[in-house]
């Protein structure tokens, strides 16, 4: 069955960094664009980016813009998301999901959380 | 960038009820690249319905979905205990975005 298992989680300090990866299986990886989205605590669902599934187009939301990076590896299955100079609004559940590209999001992961404190 | 907004923040209903949740785009979404996705507490969110209207494999026929251009809703017909929730539709047209959430609670 398809699954998406997130890691990487943790405490950090305002201005540090931190990359969490999603571990896919029970599908192709590679046919299949990837996104991350968050929640914060208390609060809704926000887009955070996505990659394609070659890896050869990305898009990130505003609000993580210049200091989060998305990435993959298909030989490994894995999906990377690199996140630097981190803030306390940031801290949040992340989730790892899949689409077609031009589709909903079909599978998610169950999500790693992020705090940001000092 | 399209901005989705929902309507009603939350939704008071007694099981059994009628629930019509409302999503309205800033600007058209093309093909109806439109879904919703239930998310109940301390899980991950569940797709319901894409394409503005069509249900997602295993999802019950008392959920449906319609709505075109900027104006889309999801409905459903009677509520069971299991679908007291928060509902989010989510735009994938180009970029993607998600409304701000609609709270559907116990009257």
């Known amino acids: 069955q398809v699954r998406l298992v997130e890691s990487g989680g943790g405490l950090v300090k305002p201005g540090g960094s931190l990359r969490l990866s999603c571990a896919a299986s029970?599908?192709?990886?590679?046919?299949?664009?990837m996104n991350w989205i968050r929640q914060a605590p208390g609060k809704g669902l926000e887009w955070v980016a996505y990659?394609?599934?070659?890896?050869?187009?990305?898009n990130y939301a505003d609000s993580v813009k210049g200091r989060f990076t998305i990435s993959r590896d298909n030989a490994r299955n894995t999906l990377y998301l690199q996140m630097n100079s981190l803030r306390a609004e940031d801290t949040a559940v992340f989730y790892c999901?899949?689409?077609w590209g031009s589709g909903p999001l079909s599978a998610w992961g169950q999500g790693t959380l992020v705090t940001v404190s000092s | 960038e399209i901005v989705l907004t929902q309507s009603p923040g939350t939704l008071s209903l007694f099981p059994g009820e009628r629930a019509t949740l409302s999503c309205r785009a800033s600007?058209?979404?093309?093909?109806?690249?439109l879904a919703w996705y239930q998310q109940k507490p301390g899980q991950a969110p569940r797709l319901l319905i894409s394409?503005?209207?069509t249900r997602a494999t295993g999802i019950p026929d008392r959920f449906s979905g319609s709505g075109s251009g900027t104006d889309f809703s999801l409905t459903v017909s009677r509520l069971e205990p299991e679908d007291f929730a928060m509902y989010y539709c989510?735009?994938?047209?180009?970029?993607?975005?998600f409304g701000q959430g609609t709270k559907v609670e116990v009257k």
């Open positions: 989510q735009q994938y047209d180009g970029s993607r975005a």
């Open positions: 600007q058209s979404i093309s093909s109806n690249y």
């Open positions: 029970g599908f192709t990886f590679s046919d299949y664009y």
């Open positions: 394409g503005a209207s």
């Open positions: 999901a899949r689409d």
């Open positions: 990659i394609s599934s070659s890896s050869s187009d990305t």
